[in-house]
């Protein structure tokens, strides 16, 4: 069974800073999602990694996955506060189950 | 294009009553899946249909059911609901195995 841990769950930043939100699971998952959710919203879809070393950016964020090591991780350059929001790592169990993180609450700090 | 619709966006019911949540996925999207996000929690996948049949279920009790028409859109119902089902529920619809568009979800509160 997939199960999926994030850390942290809490994270306060400062503007201009960098960070790295940790997302492992504990099986083979041949996709990795990302979502952010804004306080009261529904996913946005972030990024979707498909294979071993995949790495996507868009922006501010960049994610990558290693199949190996069951990891994947978003990291956040120059973090501005737009990015406040939480954060969900999920992946996907018998092709139908998208099993989520229990996601980072993130903060950016002026 | 329209994204995944959903309706009602809230509702307040009573222990003990029934509900039913709608959903109309995005147009040509013929799969469409149930997520219960309890607050401070990440999803849980509740049902999963593709083609009007059912493709997935997630560890949910028989009083929830499901069901997708024709049109693919689809309804979540639950019966004798529990304080514990005061969830946001969000319906997500795919084209493709890849990827998952979350519509805006209902919030539901059981009092």
């Known amino acids: 069974e997939l199960k999926v841990e994030q850390n942290p769950l809490f994270l306060s930043m400062q503007e201009g800073k960098n960070y790295t939100i940790y997302c492992n699971y504990s099986?083979?998952?041949?996709?990795l999602y990302w979502y952010r959710q804004d306080p009261g919203k529904s996913l946005e879809s972030l990024f979707v990694?498909?294979?071993?070393?995949a790495v996507k950016q868009e922006g501010r964020l960049m994610a990558s996955l290693d199949t190996k090591a069951r990891l994947s991780t978003l990291h956040i350059t120059a973090a501005v506060h737009d990015l406040s929001a939480t954060y969900f790592c999920?992946?996907?169990?018998?092709?139908?189950?998208?099993?989520f993180g229990a996601g980072t609450r993130l903060t950016v700090k002026p | 294009d329209a994204g995944v619709t959903q309706s009602p966006t809230h509702l307040i019911k009573t222990r003990g009553q029934q509900v039913t949540l709608r959903c109309s996925p995005i147009?040509?999207?013929?799969?469409v899946s149930w997520y219960q996000q309890v607050l401070g929690q990440g999803p849980q996948f509740i049902f999963q249909?593709?083609?009007?049949?059912?493709?997935g279920r997630g560890n949910f009790p028989d009083r929830f059911s499901a069901r997708q028409f024709p049109n693919y859109s689809s309804e979540l119902n639950v019966n004798a609901l529990l304080l514990g089902d005061s969830a946001l529920y969000l319906c997500?619809?795919?084209?493709?195995?890849?990827?998952?568009?979350f519509g805006p979800g209902t919030r539901l509160t059981v009092t």
């Open positions: 997500a619809s795919t084209l493709t195995l890849y990827e998952q568009y």
């Open positions: 099986t083979t998952s041949d996709r």
């Open positions: 990694l498909l294979s071993n070393g």
């Open positions: 999920a992946g996907m169990y018998n092709n139908n189950d998208m099993r």
């Open positions: 147009s040509g999207h013929k799969s």
């Open positions: 249909y593709y083609e009007k049949e059912e493709r």
